[in-house]
């Protein structure tokens, strides 16, 4: 079986997960982190060499305060508590997304997890936080710009290769395949720009029950997938 060297995931349906059970929408979250643990495993396991996970947009910014506040809380722990799944697994943890917004403290910590961790390349995790497809795009444009402006480079010699390397996955392969869990037919502001040509796949299962077994589907149908690029 093709393995896709980068798969990106949207991780939903955390909410309705335990809206189902009657547990309030943290429990749901809190078991979508058991989730990212497995799966991060299995990438590790058969071989993907990136794996993209989208945790919160630039747009969840407007949900409760509670609710915020309990998403980062979840993923200091993460990152305070898998210490031994980085390192012995040889992970890259790499987060993605407007770092400014994100609070001090978290935001320490995560960046000294980069550090400690930039030399791995087993896998890298990148972590979609304070993420939008659109504003990272309007970034790299404006980092571009200025590059022009100061006549680091000629309006000519702008081209994709160059354009990608503006972007937050600068260096990493675009995704062959991407995921999105509880059924929702949308892209919402994810990877606008490095998912031109990637394989789309959408299960029912919300994502605290998305598993190994789960993973191989959608990379079964990946390898189903006739793909052209715009050719033939
Ligand atoms: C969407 O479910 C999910 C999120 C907004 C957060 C995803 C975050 C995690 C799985 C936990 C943190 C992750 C890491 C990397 C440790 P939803 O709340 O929109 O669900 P609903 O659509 O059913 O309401």
Known sequence: MNIPKHIAII???????????GLPRVMGHAQGVEAVKKIVKSCVKIGVKHLTLYAFSNENWSRPDHEVKALFKLLEDFIDKEFKLFHENKI????????????????????????????????????????GARQEILNAAKILAEDVLN?????????????????????????????????EMRVSNFLLWQISYTEFYVTETLWPDFDDKELNKAIEEYNKRDRRFGGR
């Open 11 to 21: 991780m939903d349906g955390n909410g309705r997960w335990a809206k189902a059970r």
């Open 92 to 131: 890259k943890f790499n987060i993605i997304g407007e770092r400014q917004r994100i609070q001090k403290d978290v935001l320490v910590k995560m960046e000294n997890t980069e550090k400690d961790t930039q030399d791995y390349n087993n896998l890298t995790l990148n972590i979609a936080l304070s993420y």
């Open 151 to 183: 006549a680091k480079i000629g309006l000519s010699e702008i081209d994709e290769k160059i354009f990608s390397s503006k972007l937050y996955t600068k260096g990493q392969p675009d995704p062959e395949l991407l995921i999105r869990t509880s059924g």
